[in-house]
């Protein structure tokens, strides 16, 4: 995979897993059928077979279920069982962005976690887009590896669509994958 692909998987699960989609992203997802194919075949067919608006509440409805009431996909929550989101730089996410050089401007987005998974993911988009493979393939071993998979297993099994079922597990392999491609390649990692 390259650089490229990578980077635009991470932009495509930074939004995915930021806030419920749209009408324009729900209209995106279903005239992408090579993207409806790679998440898996019951995501094509159920975003192939319904109508979108009905795709839509039901993705808004499960998103909520998911991600907002029933859990808050953010490290430190998952990770450390404390009920508490660490702000800071006494954040271990917080920390490892700052000393790569990059900034959370909490106050420009709605997330309340800096290690919120769609900021992780912008993240991992970020150092794609500038070639920082060994960055990259550390913050994949120190964090998101250590949280994600377990996290979005547990959640799969209760999403009530199969784009949300699918999505969890699409995002387990691809974290894997990148991880050992990374792991493999030819950056010194």
Same mark, same amino acid.
């Given at each position: 995979?390259?650089?490229?692909?990578?980077? *635009?998987?991470?932009?495509?699960?930074?939004?995915?897993?930021?806030?419920?989609?749209?009408?324009?992203?729900?209209?995106?997802?279903?005239g992408n059928r090579?993207?409806?194919?790679?998440?898996?075949?019951?995501?094509?067919?159920?975003?192939?077979?319904?109508?979108?608006?009905e795709i839509e509440?039901?993705?808004?409805?499960?998103?909520? *279920?998911?991600?907002?009431?029933?859990?808050?996909?953010?490290?430190?929550?998952? *990770?450390?069982?404390?009920?508490?989101?660490?702000?800071?730089?006494?954040?271990?996410?917080?920390?490892?962005?700052?000393?790569?050089?990059?900034?959370?401007?909490?106050?420009?987005?709605?997330?309340?976690?800096?290690?919120?998974?769609?900021?992780?993911?912008?993240?991992?988009?970020?150092?794609? *887009?500038?070639?920082?493979?060994?960055?990259?393939?550390?913050?994949?071993?120190?964090?998101?590896?250590?949280?994600?998979?377990?996290?979005?297993?547990?959640?799969?099994?209760?999403?009530?669509t199969p784009f949300?079922?699918?999505?969890?597990?699409?995002?387990?392999?691809?974290?894997?994958?990148?991880?050992?491609?990374?792991?493999?390649?030819?950056?010194?990692?």
């Open positions: 995979m390259n650089s490229q692909e990578r980077l *635009s998987l991470y932009a495509f699960l930074s939004r995915i897993f930021k806030a419920p989609l749209g009408a324009r992203e729900v209209g995106d997802l279903a090579d993207l409806l194919e790679m998440i898996g075949g019951e995501t094509r067919d159920y975003f192939l077979s319904r109508p979108l608006e509440e039901e993705l808004n409805v499960d998103y909520t *279920s998911l991600f907002i009431i029933n859990s808050q996909p953010v490290e430190t929550l998952v *990770s450390d069982g404390g009920g508490e989101i660490l702000v800071g730089l006494q954040n271990p996410v917080m920390f490892f962005y700052f000393q790569h050089g990059y900034e959370v401007d909490m106050n420009r987005t709605e997330l309340l976690a800096p290690d919120h998974i769609a900021i992780e993911f912008g993240f991992m988009e970020n150092l794609a *887009s500038r070639g920082e493979d060994r960055v990259a393939y550390q913050f994949l071993r120190d964090h998101l590896l250590r949280w994600v998979p377990p996290y979005l297993l547990a959640l799969g099994r209760e999403a009530e949300y079922r699918e999505i969890c597990d699409f995002t387990t392999e691809f974290l894997f994958t990148d991880y050992g491609e990374l792991r493999r390649g030819d950056n010194g990692v």
